[in-house]
């Protein structure tokens, strides 16, 4: 059937579901010493916003501490990131005041360490969140120890220091990373395929022989894929829960202006790569000899804002932006995107700049990208975006207050109002084509690389929730037309209920330049609209909009 005009027709099967979405891919991530995402964001000493009493959470941001507790976090990875290469977990327990101040190698900081092991678990504890502790690769019994200070039960003069230290009782952290970005020359401890291969194999089996029940992330790779997994899936796969996979988009927006198209599009880069790196790793797995591969953990992505290098360093704004800067007209440059011409340029990453409608919209195609990884032998089982608190995060904090993002909406919305089981859905609507960027990858001219795609306006994931009810997610990526998005479960329409639950975001605000800032919050926000019924059997999707319906039964 060719539906034509601005109506998408979604067909849904809910009789074979096919897969299970694990609540892990709604995970987060927060590194030290990272552009306020623990010092000035979770960690805040002196602040009147602070917790004053004596304990592990002295010093936490209370107001930033209740939004991280109302999104219902999955599992929090800490304390990077490039930051994990060079740290020294021991640096940062005991009292605070002993603890050593050390020059920061990832990032060029400084390193306090009065945030260190124990209070990111309490921390954790006290937010609802499961922890995901990773570790350099760089030293067996550094990593050994960790796990024993943080996870043994036994009476050792580690877990006598656990308890003076403000806990008697075990952790249980159950996921660990073994490094990060060991692929790169950026890391400490670079390591090539083969070298990494035995590095994994022997902190996995001697983590492992402190606490058999903990889960393993290796460290996948976004490139030269074949040559780096090979190795590692031989010598350590049978020890490995998950393989990490980073993938990062590009905006340029701050500088070229709007390039909201460019943007949303770019979740079908994601969900390209996605499937290609599962289809790897199970292939890979069985060759090796592997009774099941690996599954994926997603555990940095974003989109990235991007903007010249030569413009004046970016501050955070008090309002929960950019501070006011005094810019080129032109960005030192000319405005042509990159994917275009026009001079080469350095680019960098405005770490302050607030979320948009945009992001919102691509993230929501991402998440649908990993729902639907859900069947596959390897599937997107773990996923947590950079950052959770400042840094383009979710929750931005400043001196003043702290607030949500456009997309702390989108996380709530999907964590919360959508199911689990993943039912098949296809999408027959309105479509355009278009050289799609491949995330941030750029040439040897500095350009953004590109690929022709078809992109769907209209983007679906449908599940079931424990309650029995389908829920419909839809994304509608055009920028400013509604699409009437008709639904038909198992092949009839007679099947498909009248009435729906409506929840959306997006569609409302008053352009697309729009953000949340500490005077607006609610800006961009989740709108409930109740019970709606289909009109003509069909629903109103609004523009730039992400969407989720509850399908009712009958009328409540």
């Known amino acids: 059937m060719s539906v034509h005009g601005r109506e998408a027709l979604v067909t849904i099967d809910t009789r074979r579901p096919a897969g299970r979405i694990d609540d892990d891919v709604y995970g987060h991530f927060l590194e030290s010493a990272f552009f306020g995402n623990i010092e000035g964001g979770v960690f805040d000493e002196g602040s009147p916003l602070s917790v004053a009493e004596p304990g592990l959470l002295n010093g936490v941001r209370t107001d930033v501490l209740d939004l991280v507790r109302e999104l219902g976090p999955g599992p929090i990875r800490w304390p990077g990131g490039n930051f994990t290469s060079a740290y020294h977990w021991e640096d940062g327990i005991g009292p605070r005041g002993t603890r050593p101040s050390r020059l920061e190698l990832a990032w060029g900081g400084q390193e306090s360490n009065r945030f260190g092991t124990d209070e990111f678990l309490a921390w954790c504890e006290a937010a609802g969140a499961e922890p995901y502790l990773v570790h350099s690769c760089r030293n067996v019994d ?10 043994s039960a036994r009476a050792t003069t580690l877990t006598g220091r656990r308890a003076e230290n403000g806990r008697a009782e075990p952790w249980k952290v159950r996921y660990w990373g073994v490094g990060n970005e060991v692929y790169g020359p950026w890391q400490m401890g670079h390591r090539t395929a083969e070298e990494y291969a035995a590095a994994a194999l022997e902190h996995a089996r001697f983590m492992r022989l402190v606490d058999p029940e903990i889960r393993l992330i290796g460290v996948g790779i976004p490139w030269q894929q074949e040559q780096w997994t090979r190795p590692l899936l031989a010598r350590a796969g049978k020890l490995l829960d998950y393989l990490s996979l980073h993938l990062y988009g590009a905006s340029t927006h701050l500088w070229t202006g709007d390039d909201y198209d460019a943007v949303v599009a770019q979740a079908l880069y994601f969900e390209r790569e996605i499937h290609a790196y599962s289809q790897l790793v199970t292939e890979l797995a069985a060759e090796v000899g ?7 953990a997603l555990d940095e992505w974003t989109m990235r804002h991007l903007e010249p290098e030569d413009w004046p360093q970016p501050l955070p704004g008090e309002d929960g932006g950019v501070a006011e800067r005094e810019l080129p007209e032109t960005g030192g440059g000319g405005p042509e995107l990159p994917e275009t011409g026009g001079p080469k340029r350095r680019v960098r990453v405005n770490r302050w700049s607030p979320r948009t409608v945009a992001d919102l919209v691509f993230c929501a195609g991402v998440f649908h990208a990993v ?64 050289a799609v960027r491949l995330g941030d990858n750029r040439g040897p001219d500095g350009r953004l690389l590109t690929a022709p795609m078809t992109v769907p306006y209209i983007d679906v994931s449908a599940t079931r929730a424990d309650d029995g009810s389908v829920r419909v997610a839809v994304v509608n990526r055009h920028r400013d037309e509604s699409i009437r998005v008709r639904v038909v479960l198992d092949g009839s329409s007679g099947a498909t209920p009248a009435r729906a639950r409506v929840r959306t975001v997006g569609g ?49």
Do not use: K
Request: glycine share 8%; proline share 8%; no cysteine.
């Open 371 to 434: 729902h639907r990884s859900a069947g596959l032998p390897a599937p997107v089982s773990m996923a947590n975006p950079v950052n959770l608190v400042n840094a383009n995060g979710l929750v931005v904090a400043r001196p003043d207050g702290a607030l949500r993002s456009a997309i702390y909406h989108l996380w709530h919305l999907y964590r919360h109002h959508t199911g689990r089981t993943v039912l098949p859905s296809e999408v027959d609507g309105p479509a355009r084509t278009a």
């Open 508 to 556: 409302d605000v008053p352009g697309l330049g729009a953000v949340n800032t500490l005077a607006a919050q609610d800006t961009i926000a989740v709108r409930d609209l109740g019970e709606v019924e289909a009109s003509g059997g069909a629903w109103e999707i609004a523009p730039h909009s992400v969407t989720v319906l509850t399908l009712l039964e009958e009328l409540s």
């Open 142 to 151: 550094e990593a050994v120890r960790w796990v024993e200070y943080t996870n």
């Open 290 to 296: 592997l009774e099941r591969p690996p599954a994926l």
